[in-house]
């Protein structure tokens, strides 16, 4: 078994077949950051094939401050466990993996770029949590994260205070590991896929805003504030339809599928070359389709949006099995609701 502790040495390793380690890329910070009087400890470990991501989810730079007007909740040690195979697999049917975190970060913190919030209780349409209505409501901080009601802290888009100490606008920055074991980089990459020595560009994006107006669910103009507000267009970007493209990295000298984060739609990628692992799906039963989290706005348990202004007659926020509907101005709780049991 291989095993390191992050906290201890200051950078990262992994080790994979076909791949040199990973190390040194995280520069030590003089002074370690607290939060709340913890500080990060991640442990990653690689046996049979399958790496281990433990940590304590206190990230290894200085978060925002929580609770703040957007959010109401504190960050809190939390313990998470991710594990990943080494040798992920291209699945037969890529997509979607409903209810998972898309991926872990280096120092532990998972990404998770979903939201809670969903107009006229209609899975179809989640508030995005940095684009059109929602855009820095929620609460975010600095690296785009902000805290769960558990205290979980998390990423909805690039984290920018692990990305400065990684440089990631100098080389090709390994940033963490998705749910499906194939890694994630941050957005500056080798111009040619396949050619190292081709200088670094920072990639865009396929996806591209949806031009006139909303023909179903809520009406308006498309504006970013619902994930079907973009389309996919190969021809717009550098990256496939779930953010990644396959080429050689510095850890991977031999080619990769990897995936990679962008400061546009859809910022962390949603759905998946492979498989995601189970451990990645963290949302309680009965969560509702899409099973997405990530709200956290003032006022109740998660919160409603503030100053919305949906079209529709509601706004419903999903916290477990609890349904939270609250008027479309977001600031009265009109009806509570369970769903029920998954059998």
């Not at 399958?50 to 703040?68: L, Y």
């Not at 079907?228 to 779930?242: Q, S």
Request: overall charge positive; some cysteine.
């Amino acid at each position: 078994m291989k095993i390191y502790n992050a906290l201890t040495f200051g950078c990262c390793l992994a080790v994979t077949a076909g791949a040199v380690a990973f190390q040194g890329t995280r520069s030590a910070t003089p002074v370690k950051p607290t939060v709340n009087g913890e500080q990060n400890s991640v442990v990653i470990t690689i046996k049979d094939g399958i790496r281990t991501i433990q940590s304590n989810g206190i990230p290894d730079h200085v978060p925002g401050q929580f609770p703040n007007r957007g959010n109401p909740n504190t960050i809190r040690p939390i313990p998470h466990t991710y594990q990943v195979p080494v040798k992920p697999t291209i699945s037969t049917n890529p997509g979607v993996g409903r209810g998972a975190l898309f991926g872990v970060a280096i120092n532990g913190i998972p990404f998770d770029p979903g939201t809670a919030e969903i107009w006229n209780n209609d899975f179809r349409f989640h508030y995005e949590a940095l684009s059109g209505m929602m855009g820095g409501r929620l609460g975010n901080d600095d690296s785009l994260a902000h805290v769960q009601p558990d205290g979980s802290y998390h990423y909805h888009g690039m984290p920018y205070g692990l990305l400065k100490r990684l440089q990631y606008d100098k080389k090709m920055a390994l940033v963490g590991w998705a749910a499906d074991g194939y890694p994630i980089y941050a957005q500056f990459a080798f111009k040619k896929p396949n050619d190292p020595k081709s200088g670094l560009v920072k990639l865009k994006s396929s996806f591209k805003l949806r031009a006139g107006d909303r023909t179903e669910g809520p009406t308006g103009p498309y504006d970013g504030s619902f994930g079907t507000d973009f389309e996919y267009n190969k021809t717009f970007g550098d990256l496939d339809e779930h953010n990644g493209r396959t080429g050689v990295t510095p850890e991977y000298p031999k080619g990769t599928y990897y995936y990679v984060l962008t400061d546009t739609f859809p910022f962390v990628p949603r759905s998946f070359k492979g498989v995601p692992d189970r451990s990645f799906f963290r949302m309680p039963p009965g969560g509702g389709p899409g099973g997405m989290r990530g709200g956290g706005g003032p006022g109740g348990p998660g919160g409603p949006p503030v100053s919305a202004k949906a079209s529709g007659k509601f706004v419903t926020i999903v916290r477990g099995r609890t349904v939270y509907i609250y008027s479309a101005d977001g600031l009265k709780l009109l009806e509570t609701k369970q769903l029920p049991e998954q059998q």
